[in-house]
């Protein structure tokens, strides 16, 4: 067989590095096991074989030259065993039981990295390998040749990781995977095998994963699911035959001689007849209700399944009886059951890793009985069974997670404990004693991570990965259990270590944890209890620690090793315990309780320098193991600190070197130190002497290197017995080969065992036997550990403490302390003379320096550690530098326009440009270049569109017609602009006319709008003016009165980005012409440079607002300065702000960065603080010089006052009159006539000046309100421009990302294109390569068809001469020259014609057997051990292909008896002897033609089968041929299709899309586009309609309120007359009295008048009283009118004076101010406020208003009492009118009848 990759030998390895002297090995069995034999077990240890005879428990080993095995399968038939190693291009070993020196074969190429399985038939003559990676394929090899099967080579669809023979018959087996399960069958041909891949049963899709699995007798496969579901498949086609589901799910299945056997999920076991027949008759509508989920499956005994199971036995293997004690129990769910090949035995296998036997219920078992027949006698027996009746006994146990710890238990070496990551515990003996399983196991929820034990071997401690520590009581060990747990961190332990405490009264333990941290504590022999010391500081990486030997000193703490690294150097560390009795109060351990020293192994930071493993040799050697391979001791380290020093340590033994082994794992010395066993990952383990120099004395390489090596080793105290293991390969018990060693349990095991139990046979059970689950992941049950703090009684005991210590301690350590303070005063005292001594006299800080030492130290530590940060802040920043310069290098050097903003004066609002990017040379020539190509091919479109100039060969040329299909009007299509000399062309030129017309209408209407708005606003100005005649009104308005500047409007619709006109558009395909690849791809280029054309007009916009920006700011900068200076003239305090450019509008502020942004303080050193205050002071001193001599300055302070302003400069607020000093001293009276004059001169000056004064006063507010006007309306201005550059970038942003949208889907067009092409060529090399199969197909039938036509041929030659030989004419032609008499030839001729028993017989014939024959089996003789299989196949059916044949002579074919002899002649028949042997030979002619022709025969129809097969194949491959060439047409016909099937980007508006949008992104596929004319005219139509329908309904309307208005006239003339028949009843029911008879009489006319006339009076009285009040509250209201019209006359009046008074008290208030002195102060005058207002007298004004108020109050009142009045009238009118309503009165019945209320009003 061709291998598949290129071959690469692996390894051997020597057979004497396995060789050694195995005691025990726990390691995990194969599921189900192998057996070789019908008593022997065969199993994988470490890298060789182990042989197992169950009934005498001996055990023999294969040695074996590969590194690891994978897979290991045996046939018990023959004996055979195969093995698979490991690693890449495995191969598969098979070796024979009897001989095991050498192979019987070595099959390579069977998978290139991993073998799923391996198997053999019942028979041993074919080794089935099922490989998965990287190849999936099934290979059977024959087991007599050694060699592939010819045909039995088949490739899986998937990856399968079982396969299962049919006992039955070696042509059908089942590969299984966790979901699906597949039949295959093998057909034997001519010279060749036909193997085939049945369809499955079971649907792939569906979620069923498959638990288990179980061959029948019948030739039906029982798939068991994890749902409960148990499937029957019919063996030979692989469909689904029955399904039933199972009270519980099963998770093993296995078969008897007579029932069916499986394991359920709670560990019972049950025993099932199975009848086949019932199959057939019951499960095909169970199979389809179960196929399309239909109906429920039926349970496996319930009636509704047919009866194909029944329940027989059910035995609860978790039952205890007396004969098995609660710790003897099985332990784990059984996962696997297995008959043994004898038929007598079951064995079990548990999810915990044991291995149990049991026998078989008797009658569970019957021989020679059909499944379906047996067990009919049991229906009235129990079905319940105990264990106690079949003989259960444990065969083995193992791990079934990795193993991450072992230790021996005690300095014995007899009791042993393992863990696994799965948190199982186990307690085991070395050597098994009286106990029925030789180990106990505890299960914690958590996974085991360390062991460690003390020295004598009573306590084991545990560590976990979720941070607990478990202490074990093992006294005895088969009855540990959990005295303390603590969890000490939330982090799992890595490590855990053990040794006695200093005071024998304690075990310390050392924990590594997860992340590198080391804790300390102990656990207590007093109260049994753990205690925590604390967290180690943090050392480094740290890989291992243990325990060092006490170093003489037995009275200190011992020391703890760790090994790892500090950053990248290898270190050794030594860490001195806490003495025990340590109180911790914090979390971390302080150094001077847990003091540590380093040492620096190498300087070497390569990763084979390492360190992984450490142990104490000596009380001062310490052995390491390297990643390398190096093995090294060294000295315990020396150096005081955590960090290593420059030195390295020195090597004291170098063990081994780097290269001899792989990564070391693991270090273990002996008892006596002697020796020094170590294993590393390659998987070897060696041990060296280490007295003196390192001697190697042994060396073994057992536990696979492709599994992770060896992983542990400890060995005995003499160093004689080795425990290794490898994770997940168990655990081996051995010895060197030839040592002689022999384990027995001690005498006092045995004497402790048999107690134990004679004790537990007197007290019966005891709860701490049985297997314990222990749950340490509750955090409430088991905290993690905190420090506590001292209680107030140990806080008294400590002082308590102290107190006792002897008095003379006590006078030494005040007598120091003493002295100290002495000299520390004295000290202080020198110290401080010397700050305020001279300085000549002072001395330097450090002369008081007392320990120069200390101060060098502290110095050296504080220097170093100033420049390695100095260093570290060094290299980031230049790390920093480089990372800034590269991005500005590779990211900003390269951008022509760098990002930036435009923010605004007023609000958030904020527009950015376009970053844009330099464009190269290279560009600029490929742009140049395509915009070439494309004008050429315009000018070729051009040409082809002119008929004059276009040819009559090229006028077709033309792919797509935009007229065709268009009408130009499409505008709607992006990036379409018809082109020059098309219809398209004109419609469009035509429809832009015609917008142009329409937009001119709109602003015509627009601008006469305009102009209305503008006459109003100027009628609206002209009446405010006449408003404001006075001119100088406005000088008194507020600011607050000028008019807001209104900011421009911003016409949205129209912007600079719809006027753009760049030349890429011209060269830009039309939407219709991209149908090629190459195309699409010039107009990607196209458009990304039209984008960037876009973006760069943009950024011309931008550029040119950001100098309209920066001309407005320096108005405004202008402005504000003018108003600052206004506002000192004025002398007002107002902050004026000024407009400042934020940092986003300068393109390089990210590469600035500013002193404000910088948070943390710079730190400056005493030294340049110093240089700085020197430079201030020198700079402070030369500005003080320079002010002192400026002769400039001085000369202007002496000759103009130190300002350069002249008197015509002063503005008049500057100007000041100098008033001689007789103008204040002598009074007004007493002035001579010039001083008056002078007098009367200042006065009117003063005047003069306050006014102008005033005046200028009232111009420098008018300015000041117009500056502020003017910044207010610059900045809406620039708000006006910065809005319509926003418009404008999102005018850009939309033609930009539309070009953008527009690449992107060329892009995905270009990509569908590539994968259609990739599609097609794939289609294409599928069809050529299944165009070839059919070709070699056609090519083989026709081969193997002339084949079988030349067999035909010889086989008619054969035949003929058959019939010759045995014709009656050519024996007589043979005794035609003899002188017999023709009866004696016809004697011979019936002797002649004799037929042998049984006809002739072709050896070697027999062949596979059919589906019809699989589950119809013929039972034949049974064997000796009786095999329910035997019934479809005793043994071998028939030889494979290539076995040579046992070929006799055809005389031994016939029987003595029936060759015909002289004596069979008739008698005086004259037969001689002579005649008789012609006869004879003549006969033996004859038979030998039938002979061939039988032979021949049977070869034809073996080559007509396989002639079948390939003229099956070639039909297959033909119709897959026509297959893929059929989908290649339709891909192709689908690329054409596509091809023009153009995607065109529309550009419609929101409100034009009518299609319902999705929530993320709407399907567009089927939607339309449809013209507005369309739309219009539809929507006529439809109003049109709309029209007509409502005319209709208003028809309906009147037709059917014609109808309602005679239903209601009916109905009411109906109410009417019930009225009056109601009324008539009332009548009739009347009282009659006296004044109704009198009524009813008459006569009563005259009173009735006097009545009438009476009511008459009345009403003329009531209407002459309503003329009256009308008349009253008509001259009311005219009185009313009156005085309110003289009111407001006298308001306006009033008004009016009230505004003249004003004007004189402000006119009068101004020549007051005018003419009073300077000094001010005058009389008693009435005190004035704002605007001239006299301030009145507070009590007169208060008198004032209680007077107005009692006025305001009276008249409330009058008016209040007018109105009570008024309503006591209109409530007395109205009770007049109820009381004349006292009377019966019948005027309803002479009502008028209603109108239809629809008809009012």
Known sequence: MAPLVPTMELPKKPAQEGQVDLHASHVPLSAPINFVGPRKVCFAVASNICIWDLDNNSKSYLQTSSYGITKLCTNPEKGLLAFCEGGSMPKIFVYSVKSQEKPLFTLSD?????????????????????????????????????????????????????????????????????????????????????????????????????????????????????????????????????????????????????????????????????????????????????????????????????????????????????????????????????????????????????????????????????????????????????????????????????????????????????????????????????????????????????????????????????GCVHVLSCIPWFKMQVIDTLRISELGIAKLRTCTAEDGMAIK?????????????????????????????PLGFVEDICWHDKDGDDTAAPKLLAVGSYGEIPCLWAVRSPREGFEAHSVDIEREFSPVWTARLGSDKRPEEKPTSVVSLTSKAVSIGFAGGAVRSYAVPTSMGTTPGKST????????????????????????????????????????????????????????????????????????????????????????????????????????????????????????????????????????????????????????EELELSEEAMANRKLLTSEILALRKRLRVLVDHNGIAPDLEKLDRKEFCVDFEERDVIAA??????????????????????????????????????????????????????????????????????????????????????????????????????????????????????????????????????????????????????????????????????KDKDGDKDKGRKEDDFPKPVEPAV????????????????????????????????QIHLLQCLSAEYRTHFNEIFKACQDDKKNIADGIKEKCQRIKSILGELQIDEQVPMPVMPDVEDPEFVLNVKDSEIVAEKWISPEERKIMEEAAAKEEERLRQLRENDAGQRALVQMMGGTLKTKKDLSPLELVLDKELWMDEIPEEDMTDVQKEAFAEFQAKEKALAEEQEKYRQQLHAELRQLRYGVQELTVQFEGLLKKLHHERFAHDTKFFCQELYCARLQLALLQSVEDSMVRDQAQFDVEAAQKRVKEAEAKLQDFTEEVNNAKGTQDDRVRYEKEVASAQHFRQAFANSALEPNAITALLQLFRKRRAGGPQVSGMRGSISSSQLLVPKIEVAAPSYNPFDAAAAGDPYSDLGVPENREDSRSDAHADDEPKLSDCPENSGVDEASFQKMLELRSEKLRAEHEVAKGSAILAEM?????????????????????????????????????????????????????????????????????????????????????????????????????????????????????????????????????????????????????????????????????????????YAMGAHAAKLRKSENAMLEKKLRELQQNVIQREHIRRLR?????????????????????????????????????NRRKLMETAKQHTQEIELLHKELDRLRQKTFPSFVQLHEDRPANPDHIG
């Open 509 to 537: 333990f050392a924990a590594l944890l997860f992340n590198n941290r080391i804790t300390f504590g102990s656990f207590s022999l007093r109260d049994s209890k753990l205690k925590m010391f604390g967290f180690l500081e």
């Open 1051 to 1082: 016409d949205r619709s129209k912007t600079t980005a719809d006027a753009i006109s760049t030349q890429e558009e011209k060269f830009l395909y039309e939407p219709f012409e991209l149908v090629t690849n190459c195309r699409r791809r010039l």
């Open 110 to 466: 069977c998978a290139e990295l991993e073998l799923a399985d391996l198997a053999f038939d019942r028979s041993g003559s074919r080794l089935y390998a099922l490989a998965r990676a990287t190849s999936k394929k099934l290979a059977v090899f024959s087991m007599l040749t050694g060699e592939l099967l010819k045909g039995c080579e088949l490739r899986l669809p998937l990856r399968f990781d079982k396969l299962s023979v049919y006992p039955g018959h070696k042509d059908h087996l089942a590969v299984i995977r966790g979901s699906a399960v597949r039949i295959v069958s093998i057909t034997k041909s001519y010279e060749t095998y036909i193997t085939k891949l049945l369809p499955s049963g079971i649907p792939m899709d569906a979620d069923l994963p498959v638990s288990a699995y179980c061959w029948t007798s019948s030739g039906h496969l029982l798939i068991a699911l994890r749902q409960g579901l148990l499937c029957t498949l019919n063996g030979a086609t692989g469909s689904l035959a029955h399904v039933c589901q199972s009270d519980q799910p099963i998770t093993s299945v296995g078969m008897t001689r007579s029932h069916i056997v499986t394991s359920h999920i709670g560990n019972t076991l049950s025993y099932w007849s199975f009848d086949p027949e019932a199959v057939g008759a019951n499960g095909s509508e169970i199979v389809a209700n179960f196929l399309s989920d239909t109906g429920e499956v039926p349970g496996m005994s319930a009636a509704a399944s047919g009866g194909v199971f029944r329940l027989r036995k059910v035995i609860d293997l978790n039952g205890v009886d007396e004969s098995h004690q609660v710790g003897q129990r099985m332990l784990g769910q059984v996962a696997c059951v297995q008959v043994t090949p004898e038929f007598d035995h079951v064995v079990l296998t548990t999810a915990e890793g044991e291995v149990w036997e049991m026998d078989i219920p008797a009658a569970m078992n019957l021989e020679g009985v059909p499944i379906a027949e047996a067990s009919e006698e049991l229906e009235e027996e129990d079905i319940y069974m105990s264990t106690s009746l079949l003989n259960m006994r444990m065969l083995a146990w193992f791990h079934t997670h990795s193993i991450t710890d072992v230790c021996s238990l005690g300095a014995d070496f007899r009791v042993c404990a393992s863990c696994d990551e799965g948190g199982r515990l186990r307690v085991w003996q070395v050597a098994p004693g009286r106990d029925l399983k030789g180990f106990r196991m505890l299960r914690f929820t958590s996974g085991l991570t360390s062991l460690a034990s003390d020295h004598e071997g009573k306590f084991l401690f545990a560590s976990t990965d979720s």
């Open 1716 to 1752: 009073a002195p300077a000094g001010g102060g005058g009389g008693d005058k009435p005190a004035r406020g704002n605007n001239g207002r006299v301030e009145e007298n507070e009590g007169a004004a208060k008198a004032a208003q209680a007077a107005f108020r009692e006025v305001r």
């Open 649 to 800: 340590a020195a090597v004291s033994l170098s063990i081994l070197d780097h290269g001899s082994q792989q990564f070391i794992t693991s270090l273990y010395p002996s008892s006596g130190k002697a020796t020094l066993a170590l294993s590393s990952m390659d998987g070897s383990i060696q041990q060296f002497s280490v007295t003196d120099t390192a001697v190697a004395v042994l060396k073994k390489n057992l536990h696979s290197p492709y599994g992770g090596g060896a992983s542990q080793v400890i060995s005995s105290p003499d160093g004689e017995v080795l425990i290794t293991t490898g994770g997940s390969d168990g655990l081996l018990l051995w010895s060197a080969p030839g040592s002689g060693v022999t384990l027995t349990p001690g005498p006092e095991d045995a004497t402790l065992e048999a107690a134990a139990m004679e004790q537990d046979d007197g007290l019966g059970e005891q709860p701490n036997d049985f297997v314990l689950e222990f749950d340490d992941t509750d955090l409430a049950a088991f905290p993690v550990w905190v420090p506590t703090a001292p209680s107030a009684a140990e806080v008294v005991a400590a002082e308590e």
């Open 1504 to 1676: 007509e089968g396989l002639k079948t097969h390939l003229k099956l194949e070639a039909e297959q491959a033909q119709e897959e041929y026509k297959r893929l060439e059929r989908e290649l047409a339709e891909h192709t016909e689908l690329m054409g299709r596509e091809l023009y099937d153009i995607e065109v980007l529309f550009k419609l508006k929101q409100g034009q899309v009518e299609v319902p949008q999705a929530a993320v992104v709407t399907d567009y596929s089927d939607a339309i586009v449809i013209g507005h004319e369309v739309v219009e005219s539809r929507n006529g139509r439809i109003q049109e309609l709309g029209k007509n329908k409502v005319a209709v309904m208003n028809t309906i309307k009147e037709f059917r309120k014609k109808l309602s208005l005679l239903e209601w006239e009916h109905s009411m003339l109906g109410m009417q007359t019930t009225d009056l028949e109601e009324r008539t009843k009332d009548v009739h029911m009347l009282r009659v009295t006296k004044d109704l008879q009198s009524q009813l009489r008459g006569g009563e006319e005259g009173r009735n008048k006097a009545e009438s006339d009476l009511l008459e009076r009345k009403i003329e009285h009531l209407n002459d009283n309503t003329e009256k009040k009308e008349a009253a509250l008509k001259k009311q």
């Open 861 to 1026: 530590k504080s220097k170093e550690a100033c420049d390695a940060l100095r260093a570290k802040i060094e290299h980031e920043n230049t790390a920093r530098q480089l990372v800034r310069d590269r991005l500005i290098k590779e990211f900003w050097d390269p951008m022509s326009g760098k990002g930036c903003q435009i923010t605004s004066f007023m609000s958030n609002l904020a527009v950015a440009n376009y970053p844009a990017r330099t464009t190269t040379e290279e560009e600029t020539t490929v742009a140049k270049k395509l915009r070439l190509l494309r004008k050429s091919e315009q000018l070729e479109l051009q040409m082809l569109r002119t008929p004059a100039e276009c040819p009559a060969e090229l006028q077709h040329d033309l792919v797509l017609e935009e007229d065709h299909f268009t009408t130009g009007r499409e505008q709607y299509v992006v990036n379409w602009w018809p082109q020059d000399g098309t219809k398209a062309a004109a419609q469009r030129a035509q429809q832009s006319s015609e917008t142009q017309a329409e937009e001119k209408r709109l602003a015509q209407i627009a601008k006469e709008k305009a102009d209305k708005e503008a006459e109003k606003q100027k009628e609206k100005d002209a009446k405010q003016k006449d």
